[in-house]
């Protein structure tokens, strides 16, 4: 598929529609010719469903925000069944705008231009068609083992087990419904929902996080080092998300599981309460503390 924009346009191969289960349709509809195209009148569910049947899309010219969020998730909200589809490859012609690939898990992304920050769940790898710049989803390099991979920045590495982001790029969602027993490595901040729907694994952030850390968490592991913005642990079902620092407010919202590990005289909100640890081990390992610091946590659960 062939499309040519006048000028950059969001949400272009959106798998969530800007996530339309919250906006119901009234900002984005996905039958609705995507604006500003010349010579043709495809909607944006012609894209996502173009790339869900293995096609590649060429776009002409710079796209906007939100380039590629969910890409490879065959959606449970429009009758999937949330796993991982093999899809097509999006080339674009020209720069794109912030939070590319959010939850992305599968497919690639290749850009003549630049990627504008936060990205989402994305690493740029060594690219190998001539004048296009190559990014692929950091779940699916976790999920492979592959230790082949050629990053485009040397100070990531990956040993089949453990990614290590090095290149102090500011990301969302990284580790997005991870499900195997890997471990990504960020040295440096990341933004928002940090570890969003992972079942097994582990995502460790050297520095601080944004909102909405450990969201939808249903397993594994999310380690921050320092602090967290609003809504840690909200929706959380399974897993551990883990606090050096310090939490902003709304911590635990609507959680129905799992465990929050967290410094201080903290409020959660109900049905969450604060309690005694009962693991001071698993906080010495993580956050490299010792007992009388790990004394110092309370747990966060229903």
Known sequence: MQLKLTSPVDCICDFTYNFIWQHKGEDLDPDAPIPDQVGSKYTYHQLVETLSGGDDIHISNSVGKRFASGLGVD??????????????????????????????????????????????NIVEVVSEKYGYRKYVSITEIL?????????ADTKNTFDGKTLILGDGILRDTVGARLDVDATVV??????????ILMQKGKVVVEGNSGMNAGVLLNGGR?????STGEF?????????LVIGGKAQG?????????????KGDVKAVPPAKAGAVD??????????INRMIAMMFKKIGV
């Open 279 to 288: 693991d001071m081990g698993l906080l010495q390992k993580e956050l490299g």
């Open 186 to 195: 960020i040295s440096g901040d990341v933004d928002l929902s940090t570890g």
């Open 222 to 226: 999310v380690v921050i080092m320092g």
């Open 232 to 240: 840690a642990g909200t929706d959380m079902r399974k897993g551990e």
């Open 143 to 151: 999920r492979s083992g592959n230790t082949d991979i050629g990053f």
């Open 250 to 262: 709304y911590l635990g919202a609507n959680m129905k599981g799992g465990n929050i590990y967290v």
């Open 75 to 120: 959606l449970a909200y429009f009758g999937g069944g949330g796993k991982t589809l093999d899809v097509g490859c999006v080339f674009v012609d020209g720069s794109i705008g912030t939070r590319a690939g959010i939850s992305m898990v599968s497919g690639i992304i290749y850009v003549s231009g630049t990627i504008a920050e936060p990205m989402g």
